[in-house]
């Protein structure tokens, strides 16, 4: 980036979406990103409860344990998709961030842009007081110990991204007992609220959600932040919904 640049990454702020429907609006965001109709953007939301399963479809399916009926009945969604990585779960109080970027203006690789990702989640556990690091080799996402506190799932086409990450704020941990977690066995699950020093408080979600958002907008090379609230959205995701229909 050029000295003195500057670069916007807008956020919508989302709150609750149902998975399919943010599916929906990342594919149409995406094609108006590489024909050049919007920007650089992030969407922020949670996701009611729901299992998501990567692209290495054998391998993730062999990672959920137990019946998808069994899943439906404790009221899961479950949705298959073309991100990377295995079989994760996400649920209220957990932060997702889908950005929807063009890496070669950022000057970014893939490597480097996933670096990007884990580094956000670390930097904000930092800010509440929790030590996170990136995975060892063969693991993704980030890690307190050997307890699991983010995950990253991405989709790069032609040097534009989609998907993200999902950052355990204080999801209802109970749901990653029926998966195993990213496909990496023998390790555990955890959230902020459980990690941080006990008598700390924690500020709203939404609070948490931004700084995220402006973490992230730091770590990749944007100059300022521009949020929108989900009333401002609407007629995208409307339009979204109706090219899906």
């Known amino acids: 980036m050029s000295g003195g640049a500057r670069r916007v990454?807008?956020?919508?702020?989302?709150?609750?979406?149902?998975?399919?429907?943010?599916l929906q609006l990342q594919e149409r965001l995406v094609a108006d990103r590489k024909a050049g109709r919007v920007g650089d953007l992030?969407?922020?939301?949670?996701?009611p409860p729901t299992y998501t399963l990567g692209k290495r479809r054998e391998k993730a399916e062999r990672n959920l344990l137990a019946p998808e009926a069994e899943l439906r009945a404790l009221g899961a969604e479950i949705h298959r998709t073309e991100r990377g990585g295995d079989v994760t779960f996400h649920g209220p109080r957990q932060a997702v961030l889908?950005?929807?970027?063009?890496?070669?203006?950022?000057g970014l690789g893939a490597r480097r842009?996933?670096?990007?990702?884990?580094s956000t989640m670390i930097q904000?556990?930092?800010?509440?007081?929790?030590?996170?690091?990136?995975?060892?080799?063969?693991?993704?996402?980030?890690?307190?110990?050997?307890?699991k506190i983010g995950a990253i799932g991405v989709r790069i086409s032609s040097g534009f991204t989609w998907h993200g990450l999902a950052f355990?704020?204080?999801?209802?941990?109970?749901?990653?007992?029926?998966i195993v977690p990213c496909g990496i066995a023998g390790k555990g699950v955890t959230s902020l609220r459980r990690e941080v020093r006990d008598g700390v408080e924690l500020p709203g979600d939404e609070v948490i959600h931004d700084q995220l958002v402006r973490c992230l907008?730091?770590?990749?090379?944007?100059?300022?932040?521009?949020?929108?609230?989900?009333?401002?959205?609407?007629?995208?995701?409307?339009?979204?919904?109706?090219?899906?229909?």
């Open 9 to 22: 990454l807008e956020a919508w702020r989302l709150g609750m979406v149902k998975y399919g429907d943010a």
């Open 42 to 47: 992030v969407l922020s939301l949670q996701h």
């Open 98 to 106: 889908y950005p929807i970027l063009s890496l070669r203006p950022l």
């Open 113 to 118: 842009y996933v670096e990007g990702l884990e």
């Open 124 to 147: 904000i556990a930092a800010l509440h007081g929790v030590t996170a690091r990136p995975g060892d080799p063969g693991e993704t996402g980030v890690w307190v110990g050997d307890r």
């Open 168 to 178: 355990n704020i204080d999801p209802d941990l109970g749901y990653f007992e029926h």
């Open 217 to 245: 907008g730091r770590t990749l090379g944007f100059t300022d932040v521009e949020f929108r609230d989900d009333s401002e959205c609407g007629d995208m995701i409307a339009a979204a919904a109706a090219t899906q229909s």
